[in-house]
T-cell receptor, first 114, second 117 residues
Framework: AQSVTQLDSQVPVFEEAPVELRCNYSSSVSVYLFWYVQYPNQGLQLLLKYLSGSTLVKGINGFEAEFNKSQTSFHLRKPSVHISDTAEYFCAVTLSGGYQKVTFGTGTKLQVIP | DTGVSQDPRHKITKRGQNVTFRCDPISEHNRLYWYRQTLGQGPEFLTYFQNEAQLEKSRLLSDRFSAERPKGSFSTLEIQRTEQGDSAMYLC???????????????FGPGTRLTVL
């Protein structure tokens, strides 16, 4: 079965600074990877997903992530954060064959400090 | 496109009572998912529908839980004889696709927060 680990439960960062939110997955077969964002009192929203092809995936709101198969990682990055990026970010994984449930990580709370 | 809606947004009930939640997906979406999210955790998959067929059910979904999507549109999740451990946020998501749903973008509703006293 697949699993995903988000190493940081909280990440404080100053406004306009870069940020990286870490995600590692475990699977013996090919996977699809996702990053979702959850703003307070709102539903989860997809930021980006990796299905195949280029390992650098660009998403909404200036976020990008890089799939690294050898390190089984899918870290999320943004070169310059804004106050409005304060939210909880979830990494998720699913197997690429047939129907497989999506497994979410425990989330990373990004706190942007003015 | 008004997004995925869930009703109610909050539910407080006493242990042993039955509760039912409703999810209205995005109208053209053929797939619907239920998740449960507890404090400090990511969403945990509960069940999945393609149109009206329930194709997958997690072992987390005990016999007290039942979900339906009778006409392939809205869905209900019922919990019978609620327990304090059922307290959580219940999330619904929907997607549209023809290939394997693993590649779909799921659109989430705001959730129903259940508190069992």
């Amino acid at each position: 079965a697949q699993s995903v680990t988000q190493l940081d439960s909280q990440v404080p960062v100053f406004e306009e600074a870069p940020v990286e939110l870490r995600c590692n997955y475990s699977s013996s077969v090919s996977v699809y990877l996702f990053w979702y964002v959850q703003y307070p009192n709102q539903g989860l929203q997809l930021l980006l997903k990796y299905l195949s092809g280029s390992t650098l995936v660009k998403g909404i709101n200036g976020f990008e992530a890089e799939f690294n198969k050898s390190q089984t990682s899918f870290h999320l990055r943004k070169p310059s954060v804004h106050i409005s990026d304060t939210a909880e970010y979830f990494c998720a994984v699913t197997l690429s064959g047939g129907y497989q449930k999506v497994t979410f990580g425990t989330g990373t709370k990004l706190q942007v400090i003015p | 496109d008004t997004g995925v809606s869930q009703d109610p947004r909050h539910k407080i009930t006493k242990r042993g009572q039955n509760v039912t939640f409703r999810c209205d997906p995005i109208s053209e979406h053929n797939r619907l998912y239920w998740y449960r999210q507890t404090l400090g955790q990511g969403p945990e998959f509960l069940t999945y529908f393609q149109n009206e067929a329930q194709l997958e059910k997690s072992r987390l979904l005990s016999d007290r839980f039942s979900a339906e999507r009778p006409k392939g549109s809205f869905s209900t999740l019922e919990i019978q004889r609620t327990e304090q451990g059922d307290s959580a946020m219940y999330l619904c998501a929907s997607s549209w696709g023809l290939a394997g749903p693993n590649t779909d973008t799921q659109y989430f509703g705001p959730g129903t927060r259940l508190t069992v006293l």
